[in-house]
């Protein structure tokens, strides 16, 4: 173990799936763009929606929605706001 908790590790195939998760969490976030009628799967709750419109959603390291948006930009300034670094996932 580190001394912020995370576990030490020399190579990611020594990570379990559930510790590679989490990893970042809270430090580390990422943009996806998705449907509105994927909006209710990742943001359960959220009101009914016009389908079909292209929305953008800043999710954690771990994959938990964190805000969803409209523009790109605006998710982006979300993210900078709470202080996560913005990575590339592919």
Same mark, same amino acid.
């Given at each position: 173990?580190?001394?912020?908790?995370?576990?030490?590790?020399?190579? $990611?195939? !020594? &990570? @379990? $799936?559930?510790? *590679?998760?989490? /990893? #970042?969490? #809270?430090?580390?976030?990422? /943009?996806?763009?998705?449907? @509105?009628? +994927? /909006?209710?799967?990742? *943001?359960? #709750?959220?009101?009914? %929606?016009?389908?079909? &419109?292209? /929305?953008? !959603?800043?999710? #954690?390291? +771990?994959? =938990?929605?964190?805000?969803?948006?409209? @523009?790109?930009?605006?998710?982006?300034?979300?993210?900078?706001? =709470?202080?996560?670094? %913005?990575?590339?996932?592919?």
């Amino acid at each position: 173990m580190t001394r912020d908790g995370h576990p030490r590790a020399t190579h $990611p195939r !020594a &990570l @379990s $799936p559930e510790v *590679f998760a989490q /990893l #970042g969490t #809270g430090h580390v976030g990422y /943009l996806r763009q998705i449907s @509105s009628d +994927d /909006l209710r799967r990742l *943001f359960p #709750g959220t009101p009914e %929606m016009a389908r079909g &419109l292209r /929305l953008w !959603a800043l999710l #954690g390291a +771990d994959g =938990t929605p964190i805000v969803v948006s409209d @523009s790109r930009e605006a998710a982006i300034a979300n993210a900078l706001e =709470t202080e996560l670094v %913005m990575v590339s996932v592919h």
